[in-house]
């Protein structure tokens, strides 16, 4: 009679577990080291183990150390490159909280900066990082918890998504923005920044006043100063 090797059936074995796993893995977009202890329920080393062959197979995606977006998933919504875009904004969300989309990439998408915006940018009270994967880079600068407010929602199927109106983006781009002068802020703002104003709407102008006037910086009240002053609010 035929006979199954110890090698063969720990292949057949190993080929069951992943077929059990990837119905899972193409509904979730992002798991994390403890969902995964939950599919595999055995120790710390038989994780660590199938999180390799997943990882090895392109199964999954590292993002941080215990956190991983689905290859499956992504694939599934691949072919909407709208989707694609908003599945990593929304991850941008969840790998590092609290946290909302802003600076330059939401600028680039309200059409205010022209230059297109590969990172993903965002604020946090968490310590400032960046994390390079697969997927792209996700950018994060800390802010003072009495500054992070302001955020907006947008929708992704089920989800949602936290980012900054322009108003906001706009505040905490020139927040963390560095200046060596009054004249270097004037040049910056005038040209050298290539900024669309148009874009800028009265309930878009009138907001950024608050948030300035809430913020009480000086610097921001500076900067608010000089775009008076310039007839761009």
Same mark, same amino acid.
């Given at each position: ?7 063969? @059936? ?35 080393? #038989? ?11 392109? @199964?999954?995606?590292?993002?941080? $150390?215990?956190?991983?977006? &689905?290859?499956?998933?992504?694939? &599934? ?20 909280? %609290?946290? @909302? ?22 604020? &946090?009270?968490? #310590?400032?990082?960046? @994390?390079?994967?697969?997927?792209? *880079?996700?950018?994060?600068? #800390?802010?003072? %918890? ?7 929602? $947008? ?8 980012? +900054?109106?322009? *108003? $906001? ?11 060596? *002068?009054? +004249? ?30 809430? *913020?009480?910086? %000086? $610097?921001? #009240? ?12």
């Amino acid at each position: 009679c035929f006979r199954i090797g110890k090698n063969n @059936y720990q292949f057949l074995n190993n080929m069951n577990k992943i077929d059990e796993i990837l119905p899972v893995l193409a509904k979730m977009p992002y798991l994390t080291k403890q969902n995964l202890g939950m599919l595999f329920r055995g120790t710390e080393d #038989t994780e660590s183990y199938w999180i390799r062959r997943l990882m090895k197979g392109g @199964y999954l995606i590292s993002i941080k $150390k215990g956190f991983y977006a &689905s290859d499956f998933y992504l694939k &599934s919504i691949n072919s909407n490159r709208q989707d694609s875009e908003l599945f990593k904004e929304y991850l941008s969300n969840i790998i590092l909280e %609290p946290s @909302y989309i802003s600076l330059e990439y939401a600028l680039f998408l309200r059409g205010i900066i022209p230059e297109a915006v590969t990172a993903i940018t965002s604020v &946090s009270t968490k #310590t400032s990082r960046t @994390y390079n994967t697969k997927l792209g *880079s996700f950018l994060y600068k #800390t802010i003072k %918890p009495e500054l992070f407010f302001g955020w907006e929602i $947008k929708e992704f199927g089920e989800k949602k998504i936290k980012i +900054a109106p322009l *108003s $906001k983006a706009l505040f905490d781009y020139f927040y963390f923005k560095k200046f060596i *002068s009054r +004249a270097d802020a004037i040049d910056f703002i005038e040209s050298r920044g290539r900024f669309n104003w148009d874009v800028l709407a009265i309930n878009d102008k009138e907001e950024f006043m608050k948030i300035v006037e809430k *913020s009480g910086s %000086p $610097k921001m #009240t500076t900067i608010l100063k000089i775009m008076k002053k310039k007839g761009i609010v």
